[in-house]
């Protein structure tokens, strides 16, 4: 069943941003830690950036820089803010639990990211 609702990707050049939202329609991301993920075709669900409980984030490090996590006070919606995106940033992006086990194409059915040189 879908547990959250991705949305905000799109295709945009080289250079160029994109804010991703993620919402849990029904209920709260109070004492968990949220991440971004993303797959690019033929390859692994990565984790591309999180943001904790206690409001500290992570980031993997080919997006360092130029990603922010962030959350609402209400705790009821993580966004993703992508700056100087990469043609390498082109995939689906989801929202997940850090700590489920599975994480791509599980909470939700994600949101297309296709960044053109």
């Known amino acids: 069943a879908v547990q959250v609702v991705e949305s905000g990707g799109g295709s945009v050049q080289a250079g160029g941003s994109l804010r991703l939202s993620c919402i849990g329609p029904?209920?709260?991301?109070?004492?968990?830690?949220m991440g971004w993920y993303r797959q690019a075709p033929g390859k692994e669900c990565e984790l591309v950036s999180s943001?904790?409980?206690?409001?500290?984030?992570t980031y993997t490090d080919s997006v360092k820089g130029r990603f922010t996590i962030s959350q609402d006070d209400a705790k009821s919606t993580v966004w993703l803010q992508m700056n100087s995106l990469k043609p390498e940033d082109t995939a689906v992006y989801y929202c997940?639990?850090?700590?489920?086990?599975?994480?791509?194409?599980?909470w939700g059915q994600g949101t297309q990211v296709t960044i053109s040189s």
């Open positions: 943001i904790n409980s206690d409001g500290s984030t």
């Open positions: 029904g209920f709260t991301f109070d004492d968990s830690d």
């Open positions: 997940a639990e850090v700590d489920s086990v599975l994480h791509c194409n599980y």
